[in-house]
């Protein structure tokens, strides 16, 4: 206590000589540059210890007026509002790079902050070897010489200014949309006229079509559209570039629904032995799992016998047919697909099943486990409906 007494003391001591220096003092003292803390720890002696409990600020009137000058309120800054970022889609490969979204600016003196004027989001696409095209907006002029991405961009609410020609059915409202000749041989003379300003079409092109189209000045995006998951990848992909991200990710998940349901199905079950015939033209081939249709019957976990054969491909994803090597290979279950004259194919098709004994020879066809498939649904690849055809395809396989 008496060692409060002598410090409360010694303490109203110095207050009052404070409070006795001239006017250019009691600036200094008031100024918000001098801490406030400055007054009392210098006169303190080693021999007067100050106990750690004792309260000084109620004895020093200065206090109050000091810390009022140090720290002026401040008031705070209107909250930035930021555009949410697109939804992610289920499943879906990483997206190109986005434009960052902008972010809130440092407050300088209590002034307002306020977003970066907005501007068009750039249009990216990356092919599967990595070349990119970007365009400094979505092209709205839009050539599309692939079946499988005129029913995706058409579930996007994307109509193209040109399509490709094609005996299949396309969607409704493309009835008045020019036909540029075959994808592999389209009108050059006409997709200049039209003047597009985006060529979609298969990768399978790019190496004969890729220099011709350089060569005329038209921008081409050749997109993989061969298996499944190509073509929820393209979904992901051009919901993203169109800026169609609400839509594509109904589509993607619902597809992935039907899936979870297809695998709980399946579940369980003997995965069958299968070979996939391929015909146009009066020739046959064993379509291996680089196929459209081999890769459906990979999906969903039966055995495609050529893959075991390793046989030479011919073209992407076809080998030619060597009965001796099919009667070896011995399927369960044989699936045909008739292309380009399909009547025609298919005619040709059952006529060798029929009058070439050797046929028998297999479990497959003694057993009568022979199915011609729907060319509209399994070529080429139909878009949207890919899983339709799996769908198809696991209820014939697991019959």
């Known amino acids: 206590m008496k060692k409060y007494q002598q410090f409360l003391a010694f303490v109203l001591v110095v207050v009052f000589s404070i409070g006795m220096m001239g006017c250019t003092a009691q600036q200094e003292v008031a100024t918000p540059k001098q801490p406030p803390a400055a007054v009392s720890p210098a006169p303190v002696s080693p021999a007067t210890p100050v106990a750690p409990a004792v309260p ?8 109050p007026s ?7 309120p401040v008031t705070p800054a209107p909250p930035v509002v930021v555009p949410p970022a697109p ?31 907005w501007r068009p989001r750039e249009f990216t696409l990356r092919e599967a070897d990595g070349t990119v095209l970007t365009f400094p907006k979505a092209p709205e002029r839009v050539v599309i010489l692939s079946r499988s991405i005129i029913f995706i961009l058409h579930g996007l609410g994307i109509t193209p200014v040109g399509i490709h020609t094609t005996a299949l059915p396309l969607p409704a409202g493309l009835e008045a949309v020019p036909r540029l000749g075959m994808p592999m041989n389209p009108n050059i003379e006409q997709l200049v ?9 298969s990768s399978r092109f790019k190496p004969t079509l890729g220099p011709i189209f350089t060569r005329h000045n038209l921008p081409a995006f050749f997109v993989e559209n061969q298996s499944y998951e190509d073509t929820i990848r393209a979904i992901e992909m051009f919901g993203r570039a169109f800026d169609r991200v609400p839509a594509a990710t109904r589509i993607i998940l619902d597809m992935r629904a039907r899936e979870h349901r297809l695998d709980a199905t399946l579940r369980g079950k003997t995965p069958p032995r299968v070979m ?23 999906e969903v976990g039966a055995i495609n016998v050529v893959e075991g054969a390793r046989l030479a491909e011919q073209m992407p994803g076809y080998v030619p047919l060597s009965i001796e090597m099919a009667v070896a290979l011995n399927p369960d279950v044989i699936l045909r697909i008739s292309h380009g ?19 028998q020879n297999t479990t497959a066809v003694r057993r009568g486990r022979l199915y011609d498939l729907d060319s509209n649904l399994f070529d080429p690849n139909p878009g949207l409906a890919v899983i ?6 696991a209820r014939i396989l697991y019959k």
């Open 56 to 63: 000084v600020a109620p004895t020093a009137p200065l206090a």
């Open 66 to 72: 000091t810390i009022a000058a140090v720290t002026p």
């Open 87 to 117: 939804r992610p889609i289920a499943q879906a490969a990483p997206a190109p790079t986005a434009t960052p979204a902008v972010q809130p600016a440092a407050p300088v003196g209590g002034a307002p902050v306020t977003a970066e004027p």
């Open 193 to 201: 006229a039209l003047r597009p300003e985006l060529i979609i079409l």
């Open 276 to 298: 996939v015939l391929f015909g146009s033209g009066g020739n046959f081939f064993f379509a291996t799992n680089n196929s459209f249709v081999g890769d459906l019957v990979r």
């Open 341 to 359: 004259n399909r009547a025609e194919t298919r005619t040709q098709f059952e006529r060798e099943f029929r009058e070439n004994p050797i046929w």
């Open 388 to 393: 339709d055809a799996l769908e198809e395809v």
